[in-house]
Each structure stands twice: as C-alpha cells, then as structure tokens.
C-alpha cells in the first residue's frame, strides 16, 4: 500500500451529527406566497445561514476524525442561480459572510481538500445555449462560493462530460473542448471532468482532459458500469498526470445490485474495491471521496477495512 497515507472523505451530509444537513433548500412556489422581494430574500437568507452554520459542524467533524475530503452542498445558497436572488450580492451579506470566511478559514488551517459538483442539469458537451448556461450559472456560483470563502483554484468544481450525440463519442467530446474554451479563467481553472456511468468511459474522459489541460477524476463506480474492456490499471497513471496542485482524487463506491447496477450500496464492499484501491496505492499520495449512502459512516468504515491506507486511522 501507499507509504502515505490517503486523504479521505465524503459528500455533504454527516449522518452522525443530529440536524446537520448542509443542504437545505427552499422552492419558488413556496417564495411566491410571501408579499415581498425583502420577505423571500429573508427566508432564502435563514436557510442559506443554517446551511453554512451546519458546514462549520461538519467540518468541526472531520478535523475530530482524520477526514480530510468533502464536498460541499450543491445548494449551500438556495436559488443562488435562480432570478429569485436577483441583486442580493448574497457573498457579501453581513449574515453570510462571516460563515463563508470562517468556512474558508478552516479549510486551509485544516488542509481539507474540498470541491462541488453542479447538478445533472449541468451538461458539459451541451450544443444548445439555452442547456449550456447551465453550466455557465452553476459555474460561476460556485467560484463565486469559493471566492467567498477565500478559497484558491485548489478547491475544484467536477463535471460530466455530459450527453450522448449522433455522431457519437467523438463528436461529443469535440463539443465539450469547444464549450470548455468558452468558460473563463475562473472556471476553467477550477474545473475537473469525471468518467460517468453511461455513456463516457474512463478512456473517453482521459482523452479530453488531456486535450484541455484539466484533472480528471476517476470514478471506480462508473468504470464498473462503463468501460470497453479496457484494464483501469492501464489508464490510472495518466489520470493521476492530469493533477498538479493536489493530490488526486478518486470517487469510490460500490454497486447496489450487481457489479453493473448505477445504484450506490450503503457501504463500500471492501474486496469489491480492493484491487483498484491497491492499484491506486502504488501510485503515491492520492485522496479518495466516498459516494456511499451512508456518507461519513462508510468513509469511516472503509479507513477501518483498510488498516494503514488512510489518514487519521
């Protein structure tokens, strides 16, 4: 295994802290009952505290069990892409940003490796401007939550390349370089591609993070239920290549039913997981995000599956 031990962690939610979710989040109907711009910002406010205030209790968390990886929640600001905040400079509300510095303040005192993941909506390789903006709104959101938080362009924002096209592989990554060179720097900088689990491989993925000078993250998941037949062996070295100024991530999960099935199991099966985990190892220092149901538990219960792998053991 790796003489240094692998940084660890999970998405969002801390199953073991009470009342903790990060994630809370607040629709559009629901703020159209209100009589006013100043009564719906109120409530996007309060929730959009609490979110950040339960962040603080997670990463509170981690330091106190040798986590050092997380994701944050998607929505940390409801409707923060959405018309609805329209002129609120939420970044600079004098509710918020204490939380988003303090935030940004323990990740760096702490090390923590942290990065968002824009929902499905985002469509890297989209032709269409309409579907494309998408990924220019929930982009520019989260720079903009990192900024905040006075985050570098170590804190990473990971995309799929997104839809399958007529004229198939090819044509698709084609279109996602284009639609790439036409983020900013802010973005593009920030910017890590995953394998997904239906129609862009591991290979495929590797192909057009090299091509576009990005990271890529490799999803052992995903290459179950996506692959040619190629070795994932093979393709780990270049992958981790892409990185340069953090560790390598991995996304580890196992199949709920069947090595194929998309569905994430509670836990990670260790001997599932264990030759890519070994491979991984022989690589050097890499750090490896846990996609399990159980969140934190299942990180946690991995580090203990592998005695010596991890940090914090």
């Not at 090819?170 to 900088?189: D, F, H, I, W």
């Not at 591609?193 to 990005?214: F, H, I, P």
């Not at 239920?225 to 196992?254: I, N």
Request: charged share 30%.
């Amino acid at each position: 295994m790796c003489s240094v031990p692998a940084g660890l962690g999970f998405v969002s939610i801390c199953l073991s802290e009470k009342d903790c979710s990060p994630a809370g989040d607040v629709t559009v109907k629901s703020l159209e009952k209100l009589p006013d711009a100043e009564a719906r910002i109120g409530r996007i406010r309060r929730i959009a505290k609490r979110n950040l205030a339960n962040t603080l209790r997670i990463l509170s968390f981690m330091k106190w069990h040798g986590l050092s990886v997380y994701r944050f929640a998607t929505h940390l600001i409801p409707l923060a892409t959405h018309e609805a905040t329209a002129g609120w400079e939420w970044w600079a509300d004098p509710e918020l940003q204490p939380l988003l510095e303090r935030i940004g303040r323990e990740v760096k005192r702490r090390g923590f490796r942290v990065s968002t993941h824009p929902p499905q909506l985002c469509v890297l390789n989209a032709p269409e401007p309409q579907v494309f903006q998408w990924v220019e709104k929930y982009t520019a959101y989260h720079v903009r939550l990192f900024e905040a938080m006075g985050l570098d362009e170590r804190a990473k924002i990971v995309l799929h390349v997104g839809r399958r096209f007529a004229g198939g592989v090819a044509a698709g990554l084609r279109q996602a370089e284009k639609n790439m060179e036409r983020l900013p720097p802010a973005v593009r900088s920030r910017l890590v591609v995953e394998n997904d689990d239906r129609t862009y491989s591991a290979k495929d993925t590797l192909k057009l993070c090299r091509q576009a000078g990005v990271p890529m993250v490799f999803d052992w998941h995903h290459h179950l239920c996506r692959s040619d037949g190629e070795d994932f062996r093979d393709l780990l070295p270049d992958v981790f290549a892409t990185w340069r100024d953090r560790p390598p991530k991995v996304h580890l999960s196992s199949p709920k039913d069947g090595r194929r099935s998309r569905a994430h199991a509670d836990y990670v099966d260790p001997e599932g997981a264990r030759p890519f985990l070994e491979a991984v190892a022989a690589l050097g220092d890499f750090d490896v995000m846990v996609e399990a149901k159980q969140k934190d538990l299942a990180a946690l219960r991995l580090r203990d599956d592998f005695p010596g792998l991890f940090a914090g053991g």
